[in-house]
């Protein structure tokens, strides 16, 4: 009996299928390591964003948060990126003066506590930095307070992760001429210095330090995901600095009518619903079904610190400078 050919068609409907896919857009959305990793927002962002957009989704992970603004200006023009997410106000003048980034073009209702007029950064999500210590350990209440103590601590390298940029911007911006000094007294209240956070609170966990430089949501992952009280965030008198993250839409894209869906998807309650029990961060716009439990207990600072993106970059290379004088001793 004749055996029946099916080769033709078989490759006929491969053909189709790799047609098919060849015809499937692609956007790629640079980002920090630790928002692609797999307990982070990227997979369930991912998921949720191509059922909606016929489009493939792909992350590009690009270290800590201050990484990616050394990438996308190594790379100029020639990135892969159609939009860049995880900046904070502390880069996007540096940002925006590579001229890489094209106007976003969304109108939100944002539930930030400041005003928020850029039109090139678009938040996704907002905190406040934060010492986080185990409960019932004697917590300093300031800067000075923890400079003055023998708390161990681990912090950011502010080149290459915005928590340790932040922690520069809160020196600077609490202490003012006297930032030098206390770095000073700081400096050997440093265990070490990781190039990002994932480093850092994996390194307190571990029991390596008393406390590390995170956020004051952090302690709503123990509490939401382990059911543990045993992680606080220190308040200080000083105040505490804010950190609002936003993305941007690179002005080469070669998918500009996707990277405007996708920006537009990431203020909708789809995106921001995801945000508080995965970056455990505050989200830019409160979901339809609130925050969630748990988030009513975090520390809220009795003042908030916030250098403009102007001021951030005037200062920065100051700041830098009296950061590496400080630890280099």
């Given amino acids: 009996m004749p055996r029946p050919i099916y080769l033709p068609a078989v490759a006929g409907l491969a053909l189709a299928a790799s047609a098919a896919w060849a015809e499937t857009p692609v956007l790629q959305v640079m980002t920090y390591d630790s928002f692609v990793s797999e307990w982070g927002p990227g997979p369930a962002v991912e998921a949720a964003f191509e059922e909606t957009c016929t489009c493939d989704l792909q992350f590009i992970g690009a270290g800590d948060g201050a990484a990616l603004l050394a990438r996308l200006q190594l790379e100029g023009p020639r990135t892969d990126a159609d939009i860049v997410l995880g900046l904070d106000t502390n880069l996007t003048a540096a940002a925006r003066d590579t001229g890489l980034f094209a106007p976003h073009g969304v109108t939100a209702d944002l539930s930030l506590p400041i005003d928020w007029t850029d039109p090139d950064f678009l938040p996704f999500d907002w905190g406040y930095f934060a010492f986080v210590g185990n409960a019932g350990d004697d917590a300093p209440t300031s800067l000075q307070a923890l400079a003055d103590s023998d708390v161990q601590v681990v912090i950011q390298d502010p080149r290459s992760s915005t928590p340790g940029l932040g922690l520069l911007m809160w020196v600077k911006t609490a202490y003012g001429d006297e930032a030098d000094t206390l770095w000073a007294d700081l400096a050997d209240n440093v265990v070490t210095v990781t190039p990002g956070w994932s480093e850092a609170y994996g390194m307190f966990l571990d029991g390596e330090a008393d406390a590390v430089l995170s956020y004051t949501t952090s302690p709503a992952y123990h509490l939401i995901a382990e059911d543990d009280a045993s992680k606080v965030a220190w308040g200080f ?72 993106p102007e001021d951030a970059a005037a200062k920065r290379d100051a700041a830098l400078d009296e950061w590496r004088a400080a630890l280099s001793r």
Wanted: glycine share 6%; charged share 15%.
């Fill in 237 to 308: 008198d000083e105040g505490h600095y804010m950190q609002v993250e936003v993305a941007g839409k690179v002005a080469g894209t070669d998918q500009p009518e996707l990277a405007d869906q996708f920006l537009a998807f990431m203020v909708s309650d789809a995106f921001q619903s995801i945000i508080p029990t995965t970056n455990w961060m505050y989200p830019a716009v409160t979901p339809a079904d609130g925050l969630p439990d748990g988030f009513d207990t975090l520390l809220t600072p009795a003042k908030s610190l916030l250098l403009s």
